[in-house]
């Protein structure tokens, strides 16, 4: 056999080039590695599940193992039609307008591949949840991230020249990782802005039911915007089932039509018997969606006053569960976060994984209140104990 090594040939694409792992699942690795709290992926604990939709997924085992419809199980697309049509006020018709992804992700990715060309501007708000970025590059467009670190608010004279080569406009409300809720002035001028230049809204609200402002709405709820705009949400984040990947992507025919063509020759279907078990899943009284706000709203305090305690300087959200904090060190936050794991035992997300600039330059990091109280009173505990800013 030759000695002579072979040099393998040149790969990627201007696609993928730049794009690296995620450094969410980064952390958590490190945090598995080094036995600490994991506060960094919003992973709820297992006891979180209703027993009611456990028990369906597993029934459904037994019976529903192959193939659904592309689009979803009937009876999910109907129950999640009226779900919203209930609670948003807003009609989706289950057989044309909701499809069933195989999480958010997935139908955000689809979205952005079905309705973003080569070329095309994306506007988004940074930070901003990580997948966006390389879904936008994906799709060949054009990221146009704008900054509102500072004080979290709309520059919508930004937005407004922004928007003026856009396609496509990104919200995620509550916001992911900065806890935002966009109130309904703030979606009024953006429904003048998208009718104005005539943008497309994918929204991502998969923490729709982890919201502490009462003031909360869906982009959709505000005059005309649910013409323009694809809803990507899901199981995950309201059932504490992040593994079973079932997404609800709600949309207008005329973009259900192209994100379905996407979807069909990517994930073709969502896991059959978590979508028998989504069915069960919105048949749940209010009183859990009520009693999932409140029991989150219990850990963002705990948490929040815990940083505080700490030293260090959090930022209260409105929804979602993540707190994003500044610490009083120079290191740069990759190094805090990394040193957190070793001498605190608790592990946090570098803020600058949230920036489309992968050089960004972050003084402050991410945790999340997934977690139940007595593991964020551990953690709290061992920032306190371990402080070294």
């Not at 919203?84 to 807003?90: C, M, P």
């Not at 990394?338 to 489309?356: C, D, I, M």
Request: glycine share 6%; hydrophobic share 35%.
């Amino acid at each position: 056999m030759s000695e002579r090594r072979r040099t393998p040939p040149a790969v990627g694409t201007d696609r993928t080039s730049g794009v690296a792992e995620s450094v969410i699942r980064e952390m958590t690795r490190e945090a598995v590695r080094k036995g600490a709290i994991n506060l960094s992926q919003g992973i709820p604990d297992a006891d979180e599940t209703p027993v009611e939709i456990e028990t369906a997924a597993k029934d459904a085992i037994d019976v529903e193992s192959q193939y659904t419809i592309t689009w979803g199980l009937p009876d999910l697309r109907d129950a999640v039609a009226d779900r919203y049509a209930d609670w948003k006020g807003v009609e989706y018709d289950p057989e044309t307008e909701v499809t069933i992804t195989s999480g958010t992700s997935e139908a955000i990715m689809s979205t952005m591949l079905a309705l973003a060309e080569p070329g095309d501007e994306v506007i988004y708000f940074e930070p901003v949840y990580e997948s966006y970025i390389p879904a936008s590059q994906f799709a060949g467009a054009t990221a146009v991230p704008l900054d509102v670190t500072d004080t979290l608010e709309i520059d919508f004279d930004r937005l407004a020249t922004a928007a003026e080569d856009a396609r496509i406009l990104v919200l995620n409300t509550p916001m992911n990782p900065t806890g935002k809720v966009f109130t309904r002035h703030e979606l009024e001028e953006i429904e003048e802005i998208v009718f104005e230049h005539d943008l497309l809204v994918l929204t991502d609200e998969i923490y729709e039911h982890i919201v502490y402002d009462d003031d909360y709405l869906s982009p959709v709820e505000v005059g005309d915007l649910a013409d323009r705009t694809v809803v990507c949400t899901g199981m995950s984040k309201t059932f504490s089932v992040t593994g079973w990947r079932v997404g609800f992507c709600h949309a207008p025919e005329y973009l259900s039509r192209e994100l379905r063509k996407v979807h069909d020759y990517t994930s073709i279907c969502a896991p059959t018997p978590f979508q028998r078990a989504g069915v069960e899943a919105l048949s749940l009284p209010d009183a859990y969606y009520e009693e999932l706000s409140d029991s989150y709203e219990r850990r963002r305090d705990l948490l929040y006053e815990g940083l505080v305690d700490a030293g260090l300087d959090p930022v209260e959200p409105d929804g979602a569960y993540y707190i994003m904090t500044r610490y009083p060190t120079d290191e740069d936050d990759r190094e805090f976060c990394y040193r957190l794991v070793r001498e605190a035992g608790v592990a946090a997300v570098p803020g600058s994984s949230f920036y489309t600039d992968p050089d960004a330059d972050a003084d402050w990091i991410r945790f999340t209140f997934s977690r139940n109280e007595e593991t964020i009173r551990d953690a709290v505990d061992r920032l306190r104990e371990n402080r070294w800013w």
